[in-house]
């Protein structure tokens, strides 16, 4: 993302203004999962949302990504008003300003990380072959998976396969990354390491929410949001967020410690 | 058009991934469309065979046969044939020569059975006998020798003709052309060889034929006075109805039918009889298309029950292509594409399957068979509608489920 377009949209990139969510179960019972939120998001900010479970967190974000319209209040994304859009614009959006990161990966377990990654191209029609090619070239080289290309998800590990993910997400080059739980089902150091592209993505322009109930990966952020209940309890500016890079230095890696390990048997026998 | 191939590049990625499954879902289709690909091409050509039989027996026949075929229209005896009628007699065949105008000649013709030997061999044939006329009459072709002429005829001379099976079980590679061979045990020269004619569609050698004057078949071989049918040549095809007109008049003045009185005689064109052969041509391809019909019906309900399962398997692979853009149109026209794909190789699979067997049964037996275009754009045209048909409903499922469930879809 260039520096004249960052100065020309100087507003939020999200604004909420009041948005519920009420969902019916059965005849009579509702749920109601968001009671007014109003937020915004700037451009190039770096948000995390955390809440325990039931907070409504999950609901907002499926709203954000216009995955799920919601029940009042208005939703501007980039200026635009999503709240009133059919399934086939809300499909658009999510493909040209939306890119999606999942605490479960999904990826295409057939498809190698190249067409994994590729997958939002396949339905957005602007672009030739070669240049589609280059911005998953790019894409995954970003998340520092130049040369794994032609490998399947099963032949990747989980923060592998995490990373390809954020490059699908870039591929479109959207307005906004939401990512949800991201780190969940990874082990410290590849949620780490995940962290770590996040932040430099940050650094280069990149608008990312980041949604979580760990509060240690919250503090990578620049701002917390608490959501409870179904509304905004709380806002905090992390003052010195962690820097991943840095935290990954301090941390022993995995095959150090288990050299250490074996020393220590090897000693002990 | 580079939606579509992508389409279809998925589609064949998801078949290939469930090899056996998609190749049972498509047996189904497979064995619709081979069976009726197949039974087409048997049957096509046994519609050919018998068209061109008949036109080869001659042009302008007129064919008189015993017994009222309206009147007795489901009698079996009738049925059966005309072998046992004895309502035509050799002085009918004489009255129409010699009092029709418009008629060129006329052949009497017997048909029987006998064994024929010649020293320590002997084959069963088919018999053939007519008179001198048959050569003009019906196209009757000798390869060597000579056919039997008038005074063979007037004199009941035992001559004979062999088809080339006789020839070659008989003689193997001697000229049989004046040797003497026993006809039911009686002594007969040959006089001649016919050309050879090959097996017809239902695997009948007709080559394994001898053929003898007719009065000689009455006299000595088969001991009666009457004749099997009775095949006339009008002297031009426009004169075919009134010559048959003119054929029915003499008959019943010969057989002293009474104006009123129903005729104890058929007579029957070339034309007619390809017309009652039209109707049995339409019956089978009836009784075909039915059957085509219902295998596909199975087929496509098998294909759809494949794709609801698949759609449910793949519910988080559609809720992964919406939340990154895809349309309900994008999966939609996805999964029609599969149900398609998966048809049409069905199709493809039971056409070759078909060829495959049409080959084999003209290889290793008499059957002949013709793959014709045909019914081959007509299998693939219906396997196609089969798949769309019953792929629209799976893909409209997959299409409208809702992203975020499918998104959660363990």
Redo the contacts between chains.
């Keep these: 993302m260039d520096m004249n377009k960052k100065e020309e949209y100087n507003s939020a990139i999200i604004n909420t203004i009041e948005i519920t969510k009420t969902y019916r179960l059965g005849e009579r019972e509702e749920v109601r999962a968001l009671k007014g939120v109003s937020l915004k998001i700037q451009r190039g900010e770096f948000v995390a949302i955390m809440g325990p479970s039931g907070s409504g967190k999950s609901t907002l974000m ?1 709203i954000l ?1 216009c ?2 319209t919601p029940t009042s209040g208005k939703y501007f994304l980039e200026n635009i008003d999503v709240s009133k859009l059919n ?2 614009q809300l ?2 959006i ?3 300003k939306v890119g ?1 990161v ?1 605490q479960t990966f ?3 377990p ?1 498809l190698d990380a190249f067409h994994n990654v590729g ?2 191209l ?3 029609r602007e672009g030739s072959k070669n240049d589609k090619k280059e911005r998953i070239l790019s894409s995954l080289e970003a998340v520092g998976l130049k040369g794994l290309e032609k490998h399947r998800p099963n032949e990747l590990s989980g923060g592998e396969r995490q990373r390809v993910a954020i490059a ?1 997400a870039l591929v ?1 080059d959207p307005s906004i990354i939401l990512a949800d739980e991201p780190t969940g089902n990874l082990d410290s150091r590849s949620g780490e390491e995940i962290m770590a592209i996040f932040q430099k993505l940050n650094r280069q322009g990149r608008t990312i929410l980041l949604v979580t109930h760990e509060l240690e990966i919250a503090k990578h952020t620049q701002k917390i949001i608490y959501l409870r209940d179904g509304i905004i309890h709380n806002f905090e500016k992390i003052k010195n967020p962690i820097d991943a890079e840095q935290k990954l230095k301090e941390m022993p890696r995995l095959e150090n410690k288990m050299i250490e390990n074996k020393i220590k048997q090897a000693k002990s026998v | 058009m580079k939606r579509l191939l992508e389409n279809i590049k998925i589609a064949f990625q998801s078949l290939n991934i469930n090899k056996l499954r998609s190749f049972l879902t498509m047996l189904g289709i497979i064995i619709g469309v081979g069976a009726v690909v197949a039974m087409m091409s048997v049957g096509v050509s046994a519609q050919q065979t018998v068209v061109q039989s008949i036109q080869n027996i001659g042009s302008n026949l007129i064919i008189i046969s015993p017994g009222n075929i309206e009147e007795e229209r489901g009698d079996i005896g009738a049925v059966i044939g005309t072998v046992v009628r004895d309502e035509l007699k050799m002085e009918d065949a004489e009255a129409i020569k010699r009092e029709s105008t418009l008629i060129e000649d006329v052949a009497p013709v017997i048909v029987g059975s006998s064994v024929v030997s010649y020293m320590n061999k002997n084959i069963q044939v088919s018999v053939y006998a007519s008179t001198d006329s048959a050569e003009k009459v019906y196209n009757f072709e000798i390869a060597e020798g000579r056919f039997y002429n008038s005074s063979d005829v007037a004199n009941s001379a035992n001559v004979a003709i062999l088809g080339q099976t006789v020839v070659k079980k008989l003689f193997g590679r001697m000229d049989p052309i004046g040797k003497t061979i026993k006809i039911d045990g009686k002594n007969f020269v040959v006089i001649g060889t016919n050309k050879p004619m090959g097996a017809t569609q239902f695997g009948v050698d007709q080559d394994k034929i001898i053929s003898v004057p007719v009065t000689t078949a009455q006299n000595k071989l088969y001991g009666f006075n009457y004749v099997n049918l009775i095949l006339a040549k009008a002297k031009s095809e426009d004169a075919m109805d009134e010559a048959s007109r003119e054929i029915t008049k003499i008959l019943q003045r010969q057989h002293k039918i009474r104006p009123g009185e129903p005729n104890d005689f058929t007579v029957q064109n070339q034309t007619q009889i390809l017309d009652t052969l039209s109707i049995i041509t339409t019956v089978f391809t009836i009784t075909i298309s039915s059957i085509a019909g219902i295998s596909l019906l199975v087929g496509g309900i098998g294909i759809m029950n494949i794709m609801l399962v698949s759609v449910m398997e793949r519910t988080r692979e559609i809720g992964i292509r919406k939340a990154v853009g895809a349309k309900n149109k994008d999966i939609l026209v996805q999964f029609l594409t599969e149900s398609i794909v998966l048809s049409i190789t069905g199709g493809i699979l039971g056409i070759i399957f078909a060829v495959a067997v049409s080959l084999t049964l003209s290889k290793f037996t008499m059957l002949q068979t013709t793959v014709s275009a045909m019914p081959i754009i007509l299998a693939l045209t219906f396997s196609t509608m089969v798949g769309l048909f019953f792929g629209i409903y799976p893909a409209m499922r997959a299409a409208r489920l809702n992203p975020i469930d499918a998104l959660r879809y363990e």
């Design positions: 499926n990504g995955l799920d399934d086939n499909a658009e999510r493909n040209k999606f999942f999904n990826l295409l057939r997958l939002p396949i339905y957005s699908r479109n």
